[in-house]
């Protein structure tokens, strides 16, 4: 039986293939109704999501763009900013920006869409701009300068998120920055970060179950992991983390 402290933060430790992530996972999460498990996985979406998809600001990026007057006179629609949808991607890579070459005997090799020029997009959208940026020129800014460029157009909602993942130290990412290209450190914050901060109220009451959240972290991001459990358990939430990062161990409660 494995006993947890409530309203804490635990830590399993112990050396490599000790089993830490078959009791977090397999003991834990499987046997206990309610548990939330975060590990540097990308489960339940596209993996060739984005940033701002991931943490549901994209539709409004897509809704600022269909207001304005040429998409209207375009009878453009959101469905047309996303590199999802075939009123808006570009035909021949299917909106990933890239083709990919089959090579025998060889992994495949991925080209840069010489239609789109890697954008995803078809060129009439393109032409849509908003501050002189198309959508895709949107996407390839960081969260801290997407802050900034549409701060009085967004909804208040969406603008709290944004704020939200750059006061936690991820406002270096793009906004179009694919989640098949994180860092497991950076994907693992991502979902502490869309834990608390979804634009709804903080969840209380949860078991967190985190799979080794500091993997391959420079200490800064450490530190803010740290801030990022904290508050989950200010919330009255439990955390317990899968870890073998000194700073972290030092950090719990219980261990």
């Known amino acids: 039986d494995v006993q947890v402290p409530k309203n804490a933060f635990s830590v399993i430790t112990g050396v490599s293939g000790a089993g830490k992530t078959t009791l977090l996972h397999d003991e834990l999460y499987k046997k206990l109704p309610?548990?939330?498990?975060?590990?540097?996985?990308?489960r339940g979406t596209r993996t060739a999501s984005n940033v701002v998809g991931f943490f549901d600001v994209f539709k409004s990026l897509r809704e600022l763009y269909a207001k304005l007057k040429e998409s209207k006179i375009?009878?453009?629609t959101p469905g047309h900013f996303s590199f999802n949808s075939p009123r808006g991607r570009c035909e021949q890579c299917g909106g990933k920006g890239y083709t990919e070459i089959e090579m025998q005997f060889l992994p495949t090799v991925d080209l840069v869409c010489g239609q789109c020029n890697g954008s995803g997009y078809r060129p009439d959208v393109l032409k849509i701009k908003y501050k002189e940026?198309?959508?895709h020129q949107m996407l390839e800014t960081s969260i801290d300068q997407l802050i900034d460029l549409v701060r009085d157009d967004i909804?208040?909602?969406?603008?709290?998120i944004l704020q939200n993942i750059a006061g936690n130290g991820l406002g270096y990412l793009k906004a179009g920055q694919r989640l098949n290209t994180l860092s497991s450190g950076e994907l693992q914050r991502m979902k502490l970060v869309n834990a608390l901060e979804t634009g709804k109220r903080t969840p209380s009451g949860v078991l967190f179950l985190i799979d080794e959240p500091t993997f391959g972290m420079h200490h800064y991001d450490v530190e803010m992991v740290k801030k990022l459990i904290d508050r989950l358990v200010a919330a009255g939430n439990t955390v317990v983390a899968a870890e073998h990062h000194p700073r972290l161990i030092a950090h719990a409660d219980y261990i």
């Open 133 to 135: 940026k198309n959508i």
């Open 155 to 160: 909804s208040a909602g969406a603008l709290k």
């Open 34 to 42: 309610g548990a939330r498990f975060i590990d540097p996985v990308v």
């Open 74 to 76: 375009n009878h453009y």
